[in-house]
């Protein structure tokens, strides 16, 4: 799917702002919005709110924050009859997580899925002069959505039952419209959408798919917008000599633009190639060693929704880390941060919103609760298959992107794994035009001896917290745990790279001792030493993305302590002593060649 530009054919008109703001019935899964059809007028009592951003903070009280099920959007737009002459488009970057569109009472479309972006054309919805657009969302999540997660019934005193969440994913589960809001206008013949490959000798591959007649051209032009290479025809490709390559922190960016009848548009691309062999993750034919972090699309305030300064500050904190990569764990983070990570050269492993994806993830790893196995159960599968058809139709041009994580901790040990997974591996590798690498993060209880997917990967991406979930408070057991199963890989999977994606301790901010104990900044330090100690010795170990770049929300739990506190930097990204620790480590390992 093509993101929203400005061109020479094309306007784009942000409805971005406050907008009006409605909380359904708390906890009545199907909401008294639908029977009393509030879309067919304009919405009584509201409240403000503010388009993008999760609703969750903007707002006091417990009622409002920890809202479950439907709450409602609205904005009123004054449209210019010039717009209408074109094909109109309205897109929703997200909604968390299940959306309903109304435009002036009229349902326009539907969407399950908070993290990527969809659209329905409006020209027969809207009018010349005044229009009402609302927008009903659900932020339930069970099991058939992803991210999965359960609910449980409460009987109240009064005999009223009602649901609370329950198993759900470690992190606040914000919502709203928490992404950008456009119209945008396309001329009725147009581009509907890019693929770009390239090679390291500057041969670009494209593929264009258009509506209606008419002929197609491109040129590519460089990053001072000077013309390099031209072509014509759908599917064919184009020669850039003496090409300069997107390299990890240097993200050299091309432009593609396309012409077709009186449509114009202009996608960025980099040159650069990405593959896994013999051991290695080798971009532009170089192994290549990520440092980096698994991070939140999380600030104070505006919660997951669009933080552009945020971005920026961040990926300048990763830079000041000298860190090269990151996981969008564990969902696809907004095309705005891919954008900018593609220009700032930052490595993405990109990752759909399949997390939770587990039924008995307490039992697993601590007997509590009952064993299930998911893969009898589970119903997610048609939402998982979507998630991955929509994230590779957004991402699948960025160069920042060299892999694809299907999933965060499934139920990866369970018999099934391997069948319900590597259906999804092929759809993937189907989709992809560059055929990235792909993997499946697995957690601490899938271990060599019984991991169902370890062999479908490209990559072993493993969450593991040797010194904390395990030999919590006894660092000096880690060695030898980590090494047995270090070894077992070794043995299982002999030539199959290994990237620890999650690795941590909870570290408040603030706590000191000179003996290091837990949740102390000393203990961070020590936990990690402890670590990288057994991982350097591994030659196939390719990379170290500790969890998690910084503090972040979560539900409440006696685990948890005003949230999650492994961060690297604090949620406001002050940094804790571990990030002088990395700072450092990382000035002495290389990019490239790291491990030869
Ligand atoms: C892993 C999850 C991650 C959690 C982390 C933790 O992938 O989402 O936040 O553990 O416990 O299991 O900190």
New binding site residues.
């Given amino acids: 799917m093509l993101y929203p530009i400005m061109s020479e054919s094309r306007q784009v008109i942000s409805l971005n702002g406050v907008w009006n703001f409605k909380l359904d019935e708390n906890q009545n899964l199907d909401g008294v919005g639908f029977t009393e059809k509030w879309y067919e007028k304009k919405l009584e009592n509201t409240m403000n709110i503010v388009v993008p951003a999760s609703f969750n903070d903007l707002h006091e009280g417990k009622e409002y924050r920890d809202h479950v099920g439907w709450v409602w959007y609205e904005t009123e737009i004054s449209v210019h009859k010039n717009l209408l002459e074109e094909r109109l488009m309205l897109r929703l970057d997200a909604a968390t997580h299940t959306a309903k569109v109304y435009i002036n009472g009229k349902f326009a479309t539907e969407h399950k899925g908070g993290f990527v972006p969809f659209e329905v054309q409006v020209n027969d919805f809207i009018n010349v002069g005044k229009n009402r657009i609302t927008v009903a969302i659900n932020n339930v999540l069970d099991w058939t959505t992803i991210p999965a997660g359960g609910y449980k019934d409460i009987t109240l005193p009064d005999g009223k039952v009602i649901k609370i969440p329950s198993g759900m994913?470690?992190?606040f589960n914000y919502a709203g419209l928490q992404r950008s809001v456009r119209l945008y206008t396309t001329p009725k013949e147009y581009i509907k959408d890019i693929e770009i490959v390239s090679q390291i000798d500057g041969t670009i591959n494209y593929n264009i798919r258009t509506e209606g007649k008419g002929d197609i051209s491109v040129e590519a032009l460089d990053e001072s917008g000077k013309f390099v290479a031209k072509g014509s025809g759908a599917n064919s490709s184009i020669k850039v000599d003496n090409p300069i390559l997107w390299q990890p922190c240097e993200g050299y960016m091309y432009t593609l633009k396309v012409a077709f009848g009186s449509d114009v548009y202009e996608e960025p691309f980099g040159i650069r190639t990405v593959e896994v062999k013999d051991g290695k993750f080798l971009i532009n034919n170089k192994p290549f060693y990520f440092k980096g972090f698994?991070k939140h699309e999380d600030a104070p305030v505006s919660g997951r929704g669009l933080n552009e300064a945020m971005y920026l500050k961040d990926f300048s904190l990763m830079k000041w880390i000298n860190a090269n990569s990151f996981r969008t764990?564990?969902y696809p983070y907004s095309e705005e941060l891919m954008r900018l990570a593609d220009k700032e050269g930052i490595v993405v492993i990109d990752e759909c919103a399949a997390?939770g994806v587990h039924m008995s993830f307490g039992f697993s790893l601590i007997g509590g609760g009952e064993k299930i196995n998911t893969w009898e159960k589970i119903q997610t599968m048609p939402q998982h298959k979507q998630a991955i058809e929509e994230l590779v139709a957004r991402d699948k041009n960025h160069p920042c992107v060299v892999m694809w994580s299907l999933s965060?901790?499934s139920a990866t040990e369970d018999e099934g794994a391997k069948e319900y997974h590597q259906e999804l591996f092929n759809l993937a590798r189907k989709l992809d035009p560059q055929k990235r690498p792909i993997t499946i993060?697995t957690?601490?209880m899938s271990m060599p001896s019984n991991c169902q997917i370890a062999d479908i990967v490209d990559v072993l991406c493993l969450?593991r917290?040797y010194g904390w979930?395990v030999q919590s408070g006894e660092l000096w057991q880690v060695e030898a745990a980590l090494k047995s199963e270090m070894d077992g890989w070794s043995k299982r999977c002999p030539n199959k790279p290994i990237i620890f994606t999650?690795y941590?301790a909870?570290t408040v901010a603030g706590f000191h001792d000179s003996t290091p104990v837990m949740f102390s900044e000393e203990y961070q330090v020590e936990y990690y030493k402890a670590n990288h100690a057994v991982l350097e010795k591994y030659p196939t170990f390719i990379g170290e993305q500790p969890?998690?770049f910084a503090d972040?929300a979560?539900s409440q739990g006696i685990?948890r302590v005003q949230g999650?506190k492994?961060g690297v930097f604090t949620r406001d990204r002050k940094p804790k002593l571990v990030a002088h620790y990395f700072k450092e480590r990382w000035s002495k390992i290389p990019n490239f060649d790291y491990k030869k």
Wanted: glycine content about 8%; hydrophobic content about 30%; overall charge negative.
């Fill in positions: 994913p470690d992190f698994g764990s564990h997390v965060n901790e993060v957690h601490m969450n917290y979930y999650e941590g909870d969890w998690n972040f979560t685990f999650n492994k």
